[in-house]
């Protein structure tokens, strides 16, 4: 479904959800995301089924299991002793513990054997399988598989009824590319009958335009330039192959902020919240910083559900707790989190795909991550010899947001190569072999953008660049544009309205997914 | 509820101004077509018009008004969009039928702009500013984007379109509100040997010919036949009721293409036998000028300047003939005496070939199925031998014979291989590297007619 169907059928679902009958709004929610999904491709219907019935029927079964042991253990309280209660405690998590980890490698068994296969099939010179990855399949995947991991640690009761959860596995503008949500901060969102609210139709109409902005005029119009650069590296110096990077920062984060943007503005059309995935990552004024503006939901999910978890593992603790005799406090402290932010990040890496370009990838940000969090200590002293009118001066601030964007930049050299050894060879061309003459011989002009091109994405991102500025001073910009008075408001609005029709990149020049679709 | 009311106004102003912006970007800040410019300004302010003729550019460049005028005593008007297909055809006659109403409409077709059902986003913006209808506007608007649903940006012209100066912008804005005035001033600036002569004509006094382009023109494998497509059947049958609604008589003619074009591709006289069925079931009067008889028109390969456009002198010829054809029609003569019956007869009128050409085998590539050499001899030749293939356009009843020159720099031949049998030339490896090798052609047995060149610099 291209962009403008998408925004078009937002709004008709919009419109029909506010003609329904109050009670029966969460079902028509339903039947437009399946229809969503359908229409996308009926193939994927299955995948999402088996996800969708396979988390609701065993969250379920965990939930009643745990409510037939407290009963029992109510029946019987005259009669257990403490050991006869631990074991009927036991028994139930045995069988807890036995669907929990049926249901958790069903789904990741199945987003494993559609994501990985056929990659890996065809590196091992296998014919291919021709498996299409169902759209979205990653994110309602995890989050799924958060619910069910919420349920079984008794963070909240199971889902009984089957229709209100596939609403929450299944809700359309989220199925896309996330965000990521829990259930406890959608669900009852998604059940809950919203009135008609003009103001929600009008922030989410602008949040959806600032999203179109950014994927459909940046992005789609930086995209020809880093794929040709990332496929022919071998064709560029350093100086070309630094602008195809920064080209990528640029194009990724409009990409796929833009398209959150978007969803979280056709949520906001039906008055749901989503919680937000970006928070301007590149003012972060270092890495870790960066991974908590940057694909937030993800990165929580992670936290809670892999990092957390394993730094509490009994050998991480045991570990910590000999590193304490050898190393000293500070590092035994920090050694869990810097244990969990290598695994955090190799598993995000290898979900970024099968190749190894991607596990390099996750190891550098893991391994940074982990040196940050053991060398923590170290920095604390060196900011209190700095003082701490360098440390909270203007440039300083300036001096770890170019350094955050530097090392994320380097990352992105793996991230995006088509190969680990390209992604070596770009970074060695980088450092030793620039070729500038490619700056000046019409190189740029070869590269898929013409210089008008070039003229529209300077133009576009200098107006994000101001917003975002404006947004991480505190502004909130969409209140200020209303509060306009409706002169300005109008003229401002027709004169990015009117820029983004004119400069967005249309069907007959290319229809760009969403990159995290495929994910 | 007010509050409510009150806010659905202001959000429908507030939509309403900003389409009453894009539809001024859509007039305003595009580029224009100088001559449909002129053409629908001059259209629009006439309801005279006895004959429209309809189509694209080969009819704005090859249906002489005034002389078709002073030959018929119809007045006639060129209804064209450059590089328009149906939609734009209908779109055009819609527009002309508000004004005038014709006694006739002829409707001009080739296969480039009526076996399609895409309609070329250039010529929407020569033509959808200046229709005056809305529903007109809306209706070409849909048809347009009916096989590429380039919905949004068909819609917003003024994106693919812009004007990138304000000199453009000013021709735009003159074109429209001041065509006269504005195309005396452009006169100076575009190219002299083209001029609007009034009544949607367009002439063309150049020297130029197109004995270089037709080199290009080389007998091609597509595989594909020219059958007419369901959708071209649709439009002709909503341009025929439109017709008959307006009351209008409706005639199909076939534009004559250079004959290069019909040697090369002979599959497309398919289209041309289709077309001329389908209209015979219509009970529309179809009539194929590339069937013309020697005593209705002589070959018109001469005045072709590029490969589908002709110059004035040739626009003369074929609007006597086209003229002569509509009078002796219109008076219930039988005129199917001057044209071909079918496309064997015309094919055998063909005893000449219009070009040729060399190609040097390259043994790794595929053999092209249009080659009329033995595979297997030529690939034993490549063997121990540089081969190089000689061919020409020519009808297949026909045979071709060559003659290989080598020629120097200073203009002089060397004969290499004369006249006979052989279609090719088989030399020693490198032989040739590095020096030019022409190639004669001509058909065996009508040595009269004529022969052709082609050289191939070999590396």
């Known amino acids: 479904?291209?962009?403008?169907?998408?925004?078009?059928?937002?709004?008709?679902?919009?419109?029909?959800?506010?003609?329904?009958?109050?009670?029966?709004?969460?079902?028509?929610?339903?039947?437009?995301?399946?229809?969503?999904?359908a229409y996308c491709g009926a193939g994927a219907l299955p995948f999402i089924l088996l996800t969708t019935l396979s988390t609701w029927g065993g969250a379920l079964m965990i939930g009643r299991i745990g409510e037939k042991q407290k009963a029992?253990?109510?029946?019987?309280?005259?009669?257990?002793?403490?050991?006869?209660?631990?074991?009927?405690?036991?028994?139930?998590?045995?069988?807890?513990?036995?669907?929990f980890f049926a249901v958790l490698l069903l789904n990741f068994g199945v987003l494993a054997l559609l994501k990985y296969a056929p990659p890996l099939l065809a590196s091992a010179g296998r014919p291919a399988l021709s498996l299409l990855l169902p759209l979205g399949i990653s994110f309602y995947t995890f989050q799924s598989m958060g619910y069910l991991i919420d349920v079984y640690s008794g963070k909240y009761a199971p889902e009984k009824n089957p229709a209100k959860f596939a609403l929450f596995v299944s809700f359309f503008p989220q199925l896309i590319q996330g965000p990521i949500a829990r259930h406890d901060q959608l669900a009852a969102q998604?059940?809950?009958?919203?009135?008609?609210?003009?103001?929600?139709?009008?922030?989410?109409?602008?949040?959806?335009?600032?999203?179109?902005?950014?994927?459909?005029?940046?992005?789609?119009?930086?995209?020809?330039?880093?794929?040709?650069?990332?496929?022919?590296?071998?064709?560029?110096?350093?100086?070309?192959?630094?602008?195809?990077?920064?080209?990528?920062?640029?194009?990724?984060?409009?990409?796929?902020?833009?398209?959150?943007?978007?969803?979280?503005?056709?949520?906001?059309?039906?008055?749901?919240?989503?919680?937000?995935?970006?928070?301007?990552?590149?003012?972060?004024?270092?890495?870790?910083?960066?991974?908590?503006?940057?694909?937030?939901?993800?990165?929580?999910?992670?936290?809670?559900?892999?990092?957390?978890?394993?730094?509490?593992?009994?050998?991480?603790?045991?570990?910590?707790?000999?590193?304490?005799?050898?190393?000293?406090?500070?590092?035994?402290?920090?050694l869990p989190a810097a244990l969990g932010n290598v695994l955090v990040f190799l598993l995000v890496g290898v979900w970024h795909g099968a190749s190894m370009n991607y596990v390099l990838w996750g190891l550098y940000n893991?391994?940074?991550?982990?040196?940050?969090?053991?060398?923590?200590?170290?920095?604390?002293?060196?900011?209190?010899?700095?003082?701490?009118?360098?440390?909270?001066?203007?440039?300083?601030?300036?001096?770890?947001?170019?350094?955050?964007?530097?090392?994320?930049n380097i990352g992105w050299y793996f991230d995006r190569a088509l190969r680990a050894g390209d992604a070596f060879a770009m970074l060695a061309k980088t450092a030793f072999a620039p070729r500038f003459a490619q700056l000046t011989d019409g190189t740029l002009l070869s590269l898929g953008l013409a210089a008008s091109d070039y003229a529209l994405l300077a133009v576009s991102t200098a107006i994000l660049i101001a917003v975002s500025v404006l947004k991480e001073r505190g502004v909130k910009v969409r209140d200020r544009l209303f509060a306009l008075p409706a002169p300005a408001k109008i003229v401002l609005l027709y004169a990015f309205m009117f820029f983004v029709l004119a400069a967005f990149v249309g069907a007959n020049s290319g229809n760009a997914g969403f990159m995290y679709a495929i994910f | 509820m007010k509050t409510f009311l009150v806010r659905a106004f202001k959000l429908g102003a507030f939509f309403?101004?900003?389409?009453?912006?894009?539809?001024?970007?859509?007039?305003?800040?595009?580029?224009?077509?100088?001559?449909?410019?002129?053409?629908?300004?001059?259209?629009?302010?006439?309801?005279?018009?006895?004959?429209?003729?309809?189509?694209?550019?080969?009819?704005?460049?090859?249906?002489?008004?005034?002389?078709?005028?002073?030959?018929?005593?119809?007045?006639?008007?060129?209804?064209?969009?450059?590089?328009?297909?149906?939609?734009?055809?209908?779109?055009?006659?819609?527009?002309?039928?508000?004004?005038?109403?014709?006694?006739?409409?002829?409707?001009?077709?080739?296969?480039?702009?009526?076996?399609?059902?895409?309609?070329?986003?250039?010529?929407q913006y020569k033509l959808m500013p200046y229709l005056s209808d809305f529903s007109n506007r809306l209706d070409y608007y849909l048809r347009a984007c009916e096989d590429d649903a380039y919905y949004v940006d068909r819609l917003l012209m003024f994106r693919g379109f812009g004007a990138a100066s304000p000199s453009e912008i000013a021709k735009t804005v003159g074109l429209r509100y001041f065509p006269e005035a504005t195309y005396a001033r452009l006169k100076e600036t575009i190219d002299p040997t083209v001029s609007y002569k009034g009544a949607g004509f367009v002439r063309h006094e150049t020297d130029k010919r197109a004995d270089e382009e037709i080199k290009s023109v080389v007998r091609?494998?597509?595989?594909?036949?020219?059958?007419?497509?369901?959708?071209?059947?649709?439009?002709?049958?909503?341009?025929?009721?439109?017709?008959?609604?307006?009351?209008?008589?409706?005639?199909?003619?076939?534009?004559?293409?250079?004959?290069?074009?019909?040697?090369?591709?002979?599959?497309?006289?398919?289209?041309?036998?289709?077309?001329?069925?389908?209209?015979?079931?219509?009970?529309?009067?179809?009539?194929?000028?590339?069937f013309a008889r020697p005593e209705l028109m002589p070959r018109l390969d001469a005045y072709f300047f590029d490969l589908y456009h002709m110059v004035g002198e040739g626009a003369d010829i074929f609007s006597q003939a086209f003229a002569r054809v509509l009078n002796a029609y219109a008076a219930g003569e039988d005129v199917h005496h001057l044209f071909y019956e079918n496309?064997?007869?015309?094919?055998?009128?063909?005893?000449?070939?219009?070009?040729?050409?060399?190609?040097?085998?390259?043994?790794?590539?595929?053999?092209?199925?249009?080659?009329?050499?033995?595979?297997?001899?030529?690939?034993?030749?490549?063997?121990?031998?540089?081969?190089?293939?000689?061919?020409?356009?020519?009808?297949?009843?026909?045979?071709?014979?060559?003659?290989?020159?080598?020629?120097?720099?200073?203009?002089?031949?060397?004969?290499?291989?004369?006249?006979?049998?052989?279609?090719?030339?088989?030399?020693?490896?490198?032989?040739?590297?590095?020096?030019?090798?022409?190639?004669?052609?001509?058909?065996?047995?009508?040595?009269?007619?004529?022969?052709?060149?082609f050289d191939l610099a070999v590396e």
């Open chain 1, 366 to 408: 893991g391994l940074i991550l982990a040196a940050s969090a053991l060398l923590e200590p170290a920095y604390k002293r060196m900011n209190a010899r700095l003082g701490e009118a360098v440390v909270s001066s203007r440039g300083f601030y300036v001096f770890r947001v170019l350094r955050t964007f530097v090392i994320v």
């Open chain 2, 16 to 123: 309403l101004g900003f389409a009453l912006l894009l539809a001024f970007a859509n007039r305003h800040l595009i580029i224009t077509d100088t001559f449909a410019a002129l053409t629908m300004h001059e259209m629009k302010a006439r309801d005279d018009i006895d004959l429209a003729l309809v189509g694209s550019s080969i009819v704005r460049d090859h249906f002489n008004t005034q002389l078709i005028t002073e030959e018929t005593g119809l007045n006639a008007f060129n209804a064209t969009v450059p590089t328009a297909s149906m939609p734009a055809s209908i779109a055009m006659t819609r527009e002309l039928y508000r004004t005038s109403s014709p006694e006739w409409t002829v409707l001009v077709t080739e296969p480039y702009n009526f076996q399609t059902v895409r309609e070329a986003t250039e010529a």
């Open chain 1, 190 to 334: 998604l059940l809950e009958p919203h009135a008609f609210d003009y103001e929600n139709i009008r922030r989410g109409a602008m949040l959806m335009l600032w999203g179109f902005f950014k994927k459909k005029v940046i992005a789609d119009r930086a995209l020809p330039l880093v794929s040709e650069v990332f496929a022919s590296q071998s064709e560029y110096g350093g100086a070309v192959i630094v602008i195809a990077v920064l080209f990528y920062s640029l194009q990724q984060y409009c990409d796929f902020s833009g398209g959150i943007d978007l969803v979280t503005g056709i949520a906001e059309l039906f008055g749901i919240r989503l919680a937000p995935n970006f928070k301007r990552p590149y003012f972060a004024v270092s890495l870790g910083d960066f991974w908590r503006r940057w694909h937030i939901s993800l990165g929580a999910w992670m936290r809670d559900y892999v990092f957390y978890p394993f730094a509490l593992l009994k050998p991480v603790s045991n570990l910590s707790k000999a590193a304490k005799k050898r190393f000293g406090t500070d590092f035994a402290r920090a």
């Open chain 2, 343 to 453: 496309r064997w007869q015309y094919l055998d009128s063909l005893n000449f070939t219009t070009n040729a050409w060399i190609t040097q085998f390259d043994p790794e590539s595929e053999w092209n199925p249009a080659l009329e050499h033995d595979e297997a001899h030529v690939r034993a030749l490549a063997k121990t031998q540089d081969v190089f293939l000689a061919d020409c356009n020519h009808y297949t009843m026909f045979t071709p014979e060559y003659r290989f020159v080598l020629l120097e720099p200073d203009g002089n031949e060397t004969l290499l291989q004369d006249y006979g049998a052989d279609v090719l030339y088989a030399c020693a490896p490198g032989a040739l590297s590095g020096r030019t090798l022409r190639l004669y052609a001509r058909i065996a047995g009508h040595e009269a007619s004529g022969e052709v060149f």
């Open chain 1, 72 to 99: 029992q253990l109510k029946a019987r309280k005259a009669e257990l002793d403490a050991a006869g209660k631990k074991a009927l405690k036991a028994a139930a998590k045995k069988k807890q513990r036995l669907i």
């Open chain 1, 1 to 37: 479904m291209s962009l403008f169907s998408l925004i078009a059928f937002a709004f008709a679902c919009a419109a029909a959800y506010y003609l329904c009958p109050l009670r029966v709004r969460w079902m028509l929610l339903l039947a437009v995301s399946y229809l969503y999904y």
């Open chain 2, 220 to 290: 091609k494998y597509t595989g594909y036949r020219y059958e007419l497509m369901d959708a071209s059947r649709e439009q002709l049958r909503v341009y025929q009721q439109l017709c008959q609604e307006k009351g209008s008589r409706l005639m199909v003619v076939i534009y004559p293409n250079h004959t290069a074009q019909a040697l090369a591709e002979p599959d497309f006289l398919d289209y041309n036998d289709s077309l001329m069925k389908y209209c015979a079931e219509l009970g529309v009067p179809c009539f194929n000028f590339m």
